[in-house]
């Protein structure tokens, strides 16, 4: 069974340019999450989808941020424009379970964003 | 806002030796769930324990749950080279059950 991939692993980019982040989350997984985490600081949240529909997005930093989940399939993250403090590392999680956490998450890698 | 804390920050111990990481929390939980991170990896599920219990194995994982103290602790038994990694604890909260939340974690180096 294939986990959670996350595509491009590393993205480095200037201040002001554009990046999209892909999240292909396991087949059947109803729940999408993604979370960041800057050095040495928490996990944060920021969004989660039910399907294709988003179920939470309070943990978006601002509008420079959107997610969107085509099909209730893919996801994709999308910063525009990059901004010194959007660098980390950008996680998607994927769970069974229609909007419940009863179970575990499963994590991608990951994509460490470097904005220069 | 963040609702779990991990402690210590780091801790750094012999191969062989026990490994013992605190995690509080502030509000009531459904469950609270730990995983592991190697490093350039994504979190790795170690084990869930619910509201209800006080006590889970897996392995030569341990974790225990106090509800009223709002804390739970992971003991790593027998540690080797390869539990080298950062831990974190997460909770779901009681009135939100379709959200998780993460502390910042305990970063765990085992020496040779």
């Known amino acids: 069974e294939a986990g959670v991939t996350q595509f491009p692993s590393h993205s480095v980019i200037e201040k002001g340019q554009t990046v999209t982040l892909r999240c292909d989350p396991i087949?059947?997984?109803?729940?999408l999450y993604w979370y960041r985490r800057v050095m040495g600081k928490e996990i944060k949240f920021l969004l989660h989808?039910?399907?294709?529909?988003?179920?939470?997005e309070s943990g978006m930093p601002n509008n420079r941020f959107l997610a969107e989940r085509t099909g209730g399939t893919y996801s994709t993250l999308k910063v525009q424009p990059a901004e010194l403090e959007d660098s980390g590392v950008y996680f998607c999680?994927?769970?069974?379970?229609?909007?419940?956490?009863?179970?575990?998450?499963?994590f991608g890698s990951g994509t460490q964003l470097s904005v220069l | 806002s963040q609702q779990g804390e991990e402690d210590p920050q780091a801790l750094s111990i012999q191969e062989g030796e026990n490994a013992t990481m605190n995690c509080s929390y502030k509000?009531?939980?459904?469950?609270l769930q730990w995983y592991r991170q190697n490093s350039g990896r994504g979190l790795v599920h170690l084990i869930l324990?619910?509201?209800?219990?006080r006590e889970k194995h897996s392995g030569r994982l341990r974790v225990t749950l106090d509800t009223s103290k709002k804390s739970s602790s992971l003991l790593i038994t027998a540690s080797r080279a390869a539990d080298t990694a950062s831990y974190f604890c997460?909770?779901?909260?009681?009135?939100?059950?379709?959200?998780?939340?993460f502390g910042k974690g305990t970063r765990l180096h085992i020496l040779p």
């Open positions: 999680a994927s769970s069974q379970g229609f909007g419940r956490i009863y179970e575990k998450l499963f």
């Open positions: 324990i619910r509201s209800n219990e």
């Open positions: 989808f039910v399907k294709e529909s988003k179920q939470d």
């Open positions: 997460a909770t779901v909260p009681m009135n939100r059950d379709d959200k998780i939340i």
């Open positions: 509000t009531s939980i459904n469950n």
């Open positions: 087949s059947g997984h109803d729940n």
